[in-house]
């Protein structure tokens, strides 16, 4: 399926009606709390797949942060007002555990940016329910990462998942990755607010692939 310059000013256009673009400036340094060893392995593999697709980069440690992106499993929403410093990570913790609770929300993103409005660090906050604990690992992971390498809008992936079945094997929507990898092409900027970003985006997909 090829994307027009509509469809991809969508995938950055927010529920509000505001345009706004971001990619990671920096490299990713993935740490994974709450989790089995399987899953965490999974996550890091999806990680590191979704960042060789951008052509982007992969560290142990990030030398001001240590880890950047922050995954978080939990029971119940509430455990997360227990997890010592996360409220450092994430304002107003106790107000967003409250909305979750209220939405029977299963995951949630939060990002924080660069001064110039690349993203500097990513917290995934992930509720194992029975729909979530009843998603493969592999196929949740590659799904937190894609959702997690670009600042996508809030209603970007509520119809349709990032993911698509390929004869029995879960891969990234091709059309997705290759938003994603023109995202990544140098010539771009890292962050964006204005929807011209989205035509020159679009132009560019055909040359990333």
Wanted: with cysteine; net charge negative.
């Amino acid at each position: 399926m090829s994307m027009t310059p509509e469809d991809v000013t969508v995938l950055f256009t927010r529920a509000d009606g505001q345009y706004r673009f971001a990619r990671w400036g920096r490299p990713l340094a993935p740490l994974v709390f709450g989790a089995d060893d399987a899953t965490i392995g999974a996550l890091k593999g999806a990680f590191e797949a979704v960042v060789t697709l951008a052509d982007h980069r992969m560290a142990e440690t990030d030398p001001e942060l240590g880890a950047n992106v922050m995954v978080f499993f939990c029971r119940d929403w509430a455990e997360l007002g227990e997890v010592p410093g996360l409220e450092r990570l994430v304002e107003g913790l106790g107000a967003l555990i409250a909305r979750l609770e209220a939405a029977g929300a299963n995951q949630y993103r939060v990002f924080r940016f660069e001064p110039d409005g690349a993203i500097r660090a990513a917290v995934v906050l992930l509720r194992a329910d029975a729909e979530l604990m009843a998603v493969p690992a592999q196929t949740l992971a590659l799904s937190q990462a894609a959702q997690t390498i670009l600042l996508w809008s809030d209603t970007a992936f509520m119809d349709h998942s990032p993911l698509a079945d390929a004869g029995g094997h879960t891969i990234l929507r091709p059309e997705i990755g290759d938003v994603i990898r023109a995202a990544y092409d140098p010539v771009m900027p890292a962050a964006a607010t204005d929807p011209a970003h989205a035509l020159r985006l679009a132009a560019r997909l055909g040359a990333a692939q």
